[in-house]
């Protein structure tokens, strides 16, 4: 059966799209070498916790430490110091020779910051014990020591490097095994210093101190000069 001249250009544009269908398909389909492709991901949001998984660590960027001061802290000093004594007491037959020494103070205060200033103010109480070597004009030795319970303040100027002065009053005895001593071993005691510390780890401070102690007595008045360095701790 003939077909007519508009069916014969049908069939033929149907072969030919069918044709074309085919060559693209083996075209698709026909093997080809493999490529990597690279994708970049941006992203404002800030990088995950450190953790491990997917086959690698995700680490989240090093964030930069700062450490604020509180205004009010609570101070526990200790001082390990020499001592050299500025007069000697009277005993039998003379004088006493008094020799150096040595000493420690525990004190406990609160320490205010005032900002903007630099300005620390520390109430402080503590407990101070300095020992001598003495002997008295025979040339026998006994023992020399001031005891101390005292209560007072530092004022200190600074944030890393900071000078201060400081001053307490209380009570003082001195101990010692002279026969020869006599009278009432104890009574007012008081100190004035200056220190300077060194502030650059949290919480602890280090520096030195240089001061003068006095115990007044019905016998004779114990004076001497401590020098030394100090720890505090910050809580």
Not at 55 to 80: I, K, N, S, V
Not at 203 to 228: C, R
């Amino acid at each position: 059966m003939a077909l007519s001249r508009s069916s014969r250009r049908m069939a033929q544009a149907l072969v030919g799209v069918g044709v074309s269908a085919l060559a693209f398909a083996g075209i698709m389909l026909a093997p080809r070498t493999a490529h990597a492709q690279r994708v970049y991901v941006y992203s404002s949001r800030p990088a995950p916790p450190a953790y491990y998984g997917g086959g690698g660590y995700y680490a989240r960027p090093a964030q930069p430490y700062y450490y604020q001061e509180p205004m009010y802290q609570t101070q526990l000093g200790f001082d390990l110091e020499g001592v050299a004594p500025l007069n000697a007491p009277s005993v039998a037959g003379g004088p006493a020779a008094i020799g150096g020494g040595a000493g420690f103070k525990v004190r406990v205060g609160e320490e205010m910051r005032f900002p903007g200033s630099g300005v620390r103010l520390t109430p402080e109480v503590g407990y101070a014990y300095d020992h001598l070597w003495a002997a008295d004009n025979l040339g026998d030795g006994y023992d020399w020591s001031m005891n101390r319970l005292f209560a007072g303040a530092r004022l200190g100027f600074g944030r890393i490097l900071v000078p201060s002065v400081y001053a307490h009053l209380g009570y003082g005895w001195r101990q010692t095994n002279a026969v020869y001593v006599t009278g009432q071993n104890g009574g007012l005691a008081f100190d004035l210093g200056g220190a300077l510390d060194l502030r650059v780890v949290p919480h602890v401070g280090f520096g030195v101190h240089l001061e003068y102690s006095q115990i007044t007595t019905d016998v004779d008045q114990p004076q001497w000069l401590a020098v030394g360095g100090h720890v505090n701790f910050l809580f």
